[in-house]
C-alpha cells in the first residue's frame, strides 16, 4: 500500500517537472511574439527596413549555399564513413562529425581569421565567402550524421552486395540503392543543416564581420542592435526563429513520415 502510494506521487513528480520544461521551453519561444503585441505596429513596419531585408537575404543565401555545399561534400564522406573500415577511422569520425557540432563558434571563427585571414595567403575575411565557411563548418556534419547513420542501416541489409553480385558496379548501387533510400534522411540532415546555418553566429561575427549589406546576416543584425533592445532587433529575432522553426517542423515530417 506505502509502495503504490509513493510511485503514484513519484509518477506525478515527474509529470510536473516534465510540465515545468514545457512550459519554459514553450514560453521562451512565444515570448518574442507576445512582446511584439505592445509594439506590432513598428515591429510589422521594421519588416521593410532595407538593413534587415539584406540581412535575411544574405542569411538565407549563405544558408541555402552551405545546405548545398553539405549535400555536395556530405553525403560522400558519409559514404566513406559508413562503407569503409580503416584505422584512425573512428577519431576522424569523431573530428569531422562530432567536435565542429560542439565546437565554440567564436573559437571557430578565431581560427578561421588565422587560416584564411588578413595575414594568410588566401584572405577571404569580411567576404560573403566567410559567411559560407563559417556555417559549413557548424552545419555541415548534421548531413553527415544523418546520412551514415542511413547508410550503414543499408549496408546491414547486404541489398549493395546483393546488386554487386547481380553485376552492378559500386558507382552504379551508389545512386541505386544508397541515395534512394536515404532521401528521407539525407533531408532530415539539411533540414537541420539549413537552420543551423541559419542560426550561426560566432564564427561569421569574427571571419566575416558585421558590413551592412555585405556581410551582415540577420544573427549578427540583432547582436549589434540587442544593447538597446531596438524593435528592429525584436523584428529580426522573429524572422530568423520562425524561419529555423519551420526547417526543424521540416525536419520532423521526413524523420516522423519514414516508411
Known sequence: MIQKFNSKYLIIILY??????????????????????????????????????????????????????????GVPLAYLFSMKEFKGKLLLETLAVDVPQTFPPIAEGMIFLLMLGPNSPVHLAYTFAALVIAKFFISAPFVVSFTARRFREIRQTGMNLTARSLGANPFQVFFTIFIPLSLKDIGAGVSLCWSRAMGELGGSLLFAGVIPHQTEIIPTFIATQAKTLTIEALAATILVTTASTLALVSFKHFTLSKT
Not at 549563405?62 to 555545399?69: E, K, N, P, Y
Request: overall charge positive; hydrophobic content about 65%; aromatic content about 16%.
Open 16 to 73: 510536473v517537472l516534465a510540465g515545468l520544461l514545457l512550459v519554459f521551453s514553450i514560453t521562451t519561444f512565444l515570448y518574442q511574439y507576445i512582446a511584439a503585441l505592445g509594439s506590432f505596429k513598428k515591429v510589422i513596419a521594421s519588416f521593410g527596413n532595407n538593413r534587415i531585408l539584406t540581412a535575411l537575404i544574405l542569411s538565407l543565401l549563405s544558408a541555402f549555399a552551405t545546405a548545398f555545399l553539405a549535400i555536395i561534400f
